[in-house]
């Protein structure tokens, strides 16, 4: 489907001023309502917060509520949260810590209504749980959380970036088996090299790295990893690099082979632009994203969401082809028994 741009409804039907949104993370409660957590603010005069809004659906209109409150979760950039809903009624949050310094972590916090959070006194993820294997890991931010199932058993996954140097990022993902308390040791499951239209680490015109992922299951065999990647242009065309991209794995934990960049900013090619960080919402037979754009002369200009939808079957094909592209497409697709 097209994708549309999601309305907001205003605080008390009041537009306080300059407004940004980014970093989504959608939940689904439990009377089929939506909420929404995402970066709040505005790039010049005003801090950014973990704002909060409902909906009917995830496309919009989305009704801005009071703002979260975080407390006990000390950094300079806490914001871009992974948010879920338990059974019992109450709420979990990962969130970064900071995306501009190597000090980040990945902190957690938890609330009964859904708006005021408490820190643990632990983070979920530091760079030094993170086993040091291809690059060292000196930082961590933008965190999501998904459900995955592995021979029967259900699984908490963890997917963030992780810099090798500040603004160098590659993407790990970590699991916890339902119930427990620790998660396993992170693996890198996508690194920069590996994505042929991202811009290389070292290039005179390198601007960022991998970020805003997300792994989900699609199938016992085909996960799907969201995220975001900067082509590779000059660098002068900064507000023109920043596209959605899809890889795919047939293990939650990868390695995941990079496919393409589903959306293309609305102004693209008449204009500039970019779009970004994406929360995917389980739409039954389709597949929700909801992701950041901004258009015009993008950098510097305000950043807004917009909604599409997948079909998940035609994915899981996309899926297995990609990992496989030897098998004919009759016989990878997803009502048809497969090995790879």
């Known amino acids: 489907m097209p994708s549309t741009r999601v309305a907001f409804r205003r605080l008390n039907d009041i537009d306080t001023g300059y407004f940004e949104i980014k970093d989504p993370s959608v939940v689904k409660a439990a009377d089929g309502s939506y909420y929404m957590f995402a970066s709040n603010g505005t790039e010049k005069d005003k801090p950014w917060c973990v704002g909060r809004f409902k909906a009917d659906h995830p496309a919009g209109p989305w009704q801005e509520l009071e703002p979260t409150v975080i407390t006990n979760v000390p950094g300079p950039e806490v914001v871009a949260p992974a948010v879920v809903q338990k059974q ?125 992922a997300k792994v989900v299951q699609l199938a016992d065999d085909a996960f799907l990893m969201v995220g975001v990647a ?44 970019e779009n970004g960080h994406p929360d995917t919402i389980d739409m039954g037979d389709k597949l929700g994203l909801l992701y950041q754009e901004r258009a015009g002369e993008g950098e510097g200009k305000p950043w807004h969401l917009r909604y599409t939808e997948f079909d998940k079957d035609e994915l899981v094909l996309k899926i297995r082809v990609t990992l496989n592209p030897q098998i004919p497409p009759q016989s990878a697709k997803p009502d048809r028994p497969y090995s790879p």
Request: charged share 20%; glycine share 12%; aromatic share 10%.
């Open 230 to 273: 900067f082509l590779d242009r000059e660098l002068s065309d900064r507000g023109t690099r920043q596209r959605v991209f899809f890889a795919a794995s047939r293990t939650a934990g990868g390695p995941f082979t990079a496919m393409d960049t589903p959306v293309e900013p609305t102004a693209y090619p008449e204009g500039t632009g």
């Open 88 to 212: 019992d009624g109450t709420w979990d949050m990962l969130i970064q810590t900071s995306c501009f310094s190597t000090t980040g972590v990945i902190a957690q916090a938890s609330s009964t209504d859904g708006r005021h959070f408490t820190g643990a006194p632990l983070p979920a993820m530091t760079a030094d749980d993170v086993p040091q294997g291809d690059f060292p890991v000196l930082s961590l931010y933008d965190v999501a959380l998904s459900d995955v199932k592995i021979g029967g058993r259900e699984f908490d996954c963890m997917t963030f970036s992780g810099y090798r140097s500040l603004g160098c990022g590659d993407v790990y993902v970590a699991l916890r088996e339902k119930g427990t308390e620790a998660w396993e040791a992170p693996v890198l499951a996508l690194k920069q090299e590996d994505v042929p239209f991202h811009n290389k680490p070292g290039s005179a015109n390198y601007e960022w790295g991998l970020e805003g």
